[in-house]
């Protein structure tokens, strides 16, 4: 059973930094492209970051570029995402998902941490 476990989300000002952390199971991590996708209640589903399983390929929305830095141990089948500068508009729940193929269609998706940015 594939399972994805997302954790380190919280409560932040503008301005400061957080690291999400998937861990993963079920499956051979080491095979698989993956991402971080995050959701608004009432708005659709964005994909934030991907990376390739070797992680020689990287993707960014642009809404992040520059701020955010996407991760993966393949030895300890866990994601990471690295949050700087956070800003308002990142406040979402942020899920990890197993792809097909790099920026391909995701598979399965954890259960998710949320992410608030508030003054």
């Known amino acids: 059973e594939v399972q994805l476990v997302e954790s380190g989300g919280g409560s932040v000002q503008p301005g400061e930094s957080l690291t999400l952390s998937c861990a993963a199971s079920?499956?051979?991590?080491?095979?698989?492209?993956m991402s971080w996708v995050r959701q608004v209640p009432g708005k659709e589903l964005e994909r934030v970051s991907s990376?390739?399983?070797?992680?020689?390929?990287?993707f960014y929305v642009d809404s992040v570029k520059g701020r955010f830095t996407i991760s993966r141990d393949n030895a300890k089948s866990m994601l990471y995402l690295r949050l700087n500068s956070l800003k308002p508009e990142d406040t979402a729940t942020y899920y990890c998902?197993?792809?097909?193929?790099?920026?391909?269609?995701?598979?399965?998706r954890g259960q998710g941490t949320q992410v608030t940015v508030s003054s």
């Open positions: 998902t197993k792809d097909q193929f790099f920026r391909g269609q995701s598979e399965e």
């Open positions: 990376i390739n399983p070797s992680s020689t390929n990287v």
């Open positions: 079920g499956f051979s991590f080491r095979q698989y492209a």
